[in-house]
């Protein structure tokens, strides 16, 4: 097909930030094969994927599986370049820490060995988070791709409940980067802080949900919003596609455009969204927790990459999204 781009496999296609970079990928004149979880009854609703512009002519959806690392070949066969995105998360918590691990890392090694295997597949960037950099006791107002998330410090000092989704990244993302080198695969990846904007996957995005607490009177999170780092999804999408798009990426990519306060993420939101009962400034001094480092995305912006949008274009765009679907 004339502006055909070659094939790129996304797994996890239904997730937020999967989902927008596939319509991204449309757009840019690639075809597209994403994985989804096997849906035997066929109960799931696709169709925010398969009405995309392009989607009809360019986009194949795929059954796949991290238990079943070997489920992805179909997908890879062919692929010029793998986007690894899925992750495995349980937020309820029913599973140990160690089997999320481990899943995450065999689905995302087995992804690895199906790249060799398929001999077209030139790039795979896997999609890391800012959970992997910035959770080691350091305290530095921003870091770079440098730094590690220190695991012991993750036990010790954060809730349980947020302990397998970064400790399985943290070890997955560890996992690829040393695979690619092992085997001679090119393997770069995205580290994202909090992914902000609109959304259009049919579940509501975790970190939108968490970026919106002021707005929603999530009082648990507003410690979470301390000192907040965030980029918009439409630049995340942008990210994957310029990393694999760019000839001399290398290792780790930090992906973050602004960091705010929770005092000044009030300050803005009550002066945008008067229509909203947002706290005053001076009600959120009280709030404790853990102030995070900003993510430093100098390395990206050094390959010539650019941001195109600001909080302002976040929280618009996530505020529109979520009275459209009826979550405001």
């Given at each position: 097909?004339?502006?055909?781009?070659?094939?790129?496999?996304?797994?996890?296609?239904?997730?937020?930030?999967?989902?927008?970079?596939?319509?991204?990928?449309?757009?840019?004149?690639?075809?597209?094969?994403?994985?989804?979880?096997?849906?035997?009854?066929?109960?799931?609703?696709?169709?925010?994927?398969?009405?995309?512009?392009?989607?009809?002519?360019?986009?194949?959806?795929?059954?796949?599986?991290?238990?079943?690392?070997?489920?992805?070949?179909?997908?890879?066969?062919?692929?010029?370049?793998?986007?690894?995105?899925?992750?495995?998360?349980?937020?309820?918590?029913?599973?140990?820490?160690?089997?999320?691990?481990?899943?995450?890392?065999?689905?995302?090694?087995?992804?690895?060995?199906?790249?060799?295997?398929?001999?077209?597949?030139?790039?795979?960037?896997?999609?890391?988070?800012?959970?992997?950099?910035?959770?080691?006791?350091?305290?530095?107002d921003m870091m770079d791709e440098s730094f590690w998330t220190d695991v012991?410090?993750?036990?010790?000092?954060?809730?349980?409940?947020?302990?397998?989704?970064?400790?399985?990244?943290?070890?997955?993302?560890?996992?690829?980067?040393?695979?690619?080198?092992?085997?001679?695969?090119?393997?770069?990846?995205?580290?994202?802080?909090?992914?902000?904007?609109?959304?259009?996957?049919?579940?509501?995005?975790?970190?939108?949900?968490?970026?919106?607490?002021?707005?929603?009177?999530?009082?648990?999170?507003?410690?979470?919003?301390?000192?907040?780092?965030?980029?918009?999804?439409?630049?995340?999408?942008?990210?994957?596609?310029?990393?694999?798009?760019y000839p001399d990426a290398k290792g780790r990519y930090n992906c973050s455009?602004?960091?705010?306060?929770?005092?000044?993420?009030?300050e803005f939101l009550g002066g945008k969204y008067p229509e909203f009962p947002?706290?005053?400034?001076?009600?959120?001094?009280?709030?404790?927790?853990?102030?995070?480092?900003?993510?430093?995305?100098?390395?990206?912006?050094?390959?010539?990459?650019?941001?195109?949008?600001?909080?302002?274009?976040?929280?618009?765009?996530?505020?529109?999204?979520?009275?459209?679907?009826?979550?405001?």
């Amino acid at each position: 097909m004339e502006g055909d781009k070659g094939t790129v496999c996304v797994t996890g296609g239904t997730g937020f930030i999967a989902s927008w970079v596939i319509k991204s990928l449309l757009q840019e004149g690639y075809s597209v094969r994403t994985t989804v979880r096997a849906d035997p009854e066929n109960k799931r609703d696709l169709s925010f994927l398969t009405s995309l512009p392009g989607a009809a002519e360019k986009l194949k959806i795929l059954s796949a599986d991290l238990s079943d690392p070997n489920s992805f070949d179909a997908a890879i066969e062919g692929s010029k370049a793998v986007l690894h995105v899925a992750t495995p998360v349980d937020f309820q918590n029913k599973e140990s820490e160690e089997a999320i691990t481990e899943r995450s890392i065999n689905g995302a090694v087995g992804i690895l060995k199906a790249c060799l295997r398929s001999k077209t597949v030139k790039r795979v960037v896997y999609t890391s988070s800012a959970s992997t950099v910035v959770f080691n006791g350091q305290e530095m107002d921003m870091m770079d791709e440098s730094f590690w998330t220190d695991v012991d410090f993750v036990r010790q000092k954060l809730s349980p409940n947020a302990h397998s989704y970064i400790i399985s990244k943290t070890w997955t993302e560890r996992a690829v980067l040393e695979f690619g080198a092992q085997h001679g695969l090119d393997v770069v990846t995205v580290i994202p802080s909090f992914v902000v904007g609109p959304f259009i996957c049919p579940k509501f995005p975790g970190s939108v949900r968490t970026s919106l607490a002021l707005v929603l009177g999530n009082q648990s999170e507003y410690s979470v919003l301390l000192n907040f780092s965030m980029v918009h999804v439409d630049d995340v999408a942008r990210a994957h596609i310029f990393l694999l798009e760019y000839p001399d990426a290398k290792g780790r990519y930090n992906c973050s455009s602004d960091t705010i306060s929770l005092e000044k993420l009030s300050e803005f939101l009550g002066g945008k969204y008067p229509e909203f009962p947002i706290p005053s400034p001076e009600s959120l001094g009280e709030i404790k927790g853990m102030k995070c480092p900003g993510l430093s995305s100098k390395k990206l912006l050094e390959t010539g990459f650019e941001f195109k949008n600001g909080v302002e274009e976040m929280f618009d765009g996530a505020i529109q999204c979520c009275k459209e679907k009826g979550y405001l």
